[in-house]
């Protein structure tokens, strides 16, 4: 809430949580060990929401707490590596128990976003974020860095369920002079 303040917040929540489209929804992964999620994921790419254009070392960690809630903290660099350090807390809440893929983000009471786990890799090592308004996604990883390959491969799964892929921006992620948040 530093830059927008609740205001800006606010307006984030409702836009993030707006009407469906007429695609269908997207598929969450089967099932997702919620325990082996935890941790910090970098933000490799993404269609950014409005706090999220110019990120620089963006990270979003997740610890889940005793009432089953997620504490999310997203960091990242405002404009530069050097910039001003950004900090902010949704929570997340998962929605769907049988599989534990399928949360609402909630960056302000009481609205949760659509948040879903479309894609992980069986050692937990990338994850994709999409939401079924196909409006945002997130591309992430245990590394700042991933293959090329491998960044083609989500690209194309995600295009696959209807995104615009042209809409997606990778986030600069350069750790030189500082470690890296290690899992």
Known sequence: ?????????????IFLSGCQ???????????VDIDRFMGDWYVIANIPTYIE?????????YELKPDGSIQTTFTFHEDSYDGE????????????KRTNAIWGMQFIWPIKADYRIMYLTED???TIIARNKRDYVWIMARTPTI??????HMLSLIKQVGYDI??????????????PKAR
């Open 124 to 126: 937990y090592s990338q």
């Open 147 to 152: 293959p090329e390959s491998d960044y083609q």
């Open 53 to 61: 254009k110019g990120a620089h070392n963006a990270i979003e960690s």
């Open 21 to 31: 489209t007429n695609h269908s929804p997207i598929q969450p992964v089967s099932y």
């Open 85 to 96: 350090l950004k900090t902010y807390h949704p929570t997340g809440f998962i929605t769907d």
């Open 166 to 179: 042209s809409e997606i921006q990778r986030v600069p992620q350069d750790w030189s002079g500082q470690p």
């Open 1 to 13: 809430m530093q830059r927008f303040g609740l205001p800006g917040i606010i307006v984030m929540a």
